[in-house]
């Protein structure tokens, strides 16, 4: 059974930093994009940051420059470094790992595994 499991969020300042990790179990995603996705309240969920099997990486704009996306295949783990962070950050954040090897897409249907979520609120 897979499973990915994602660390803490929790509370910061704007301007702060958090750093987000996700486990994945079950199966190896190293030939698999994995990524990060948020949801807020009322909307849908989006995608902030994936990167491929072979190290690309994206970013949505609102976070390029800001947040950065790196993985541990050998720990089959993905991170999610935020920082600089803002207000309108605040969401619920999800990790996703690609069902399908050697794809890239920043389409959450893409995205076959998830994490359960983690809430992370950024106070002004």
């Known amino acids: 059974q897979v499973q990915l499991v994602e660390s803490d969020g929790g509370l910061v300042q704007a301007g702060g930093s958090l750093r987000l990790s996700c486990a994945a179990s079950?199966?190896?995603?190293?030939?698999?994009?994995m990524g990060w996705f948020q949801q807020a309240p009322g909307k849908e969920r989006e995608f902030v940051a994936v990167?491929?099997?072979?190290?690309?990486?994206y970013y949505s704009d609102s976070v390029k420059g800001r947040f950065t996306i790196s993985r541990d295949n050998a720990k089959n783990t993905v991170y999610l470094e935020m920082n600089s962070l803002k207000p309108e950050d605040t969401a619920v954040y999800y990790c996703a790992a690609d069902r399908d090897d050697y794809r890239t897409s920043i389409r959450s249907t893409d995205y076959g595994y998830w994490g359960q979520g983690t809430q992370v609120t950024v106070s002004s």
């Open positions: 990167m491929s099997w072979s190290a690309d990486k």
């Open positions: 079950g199966r190896s995603f190293r030939r698999s994009t």
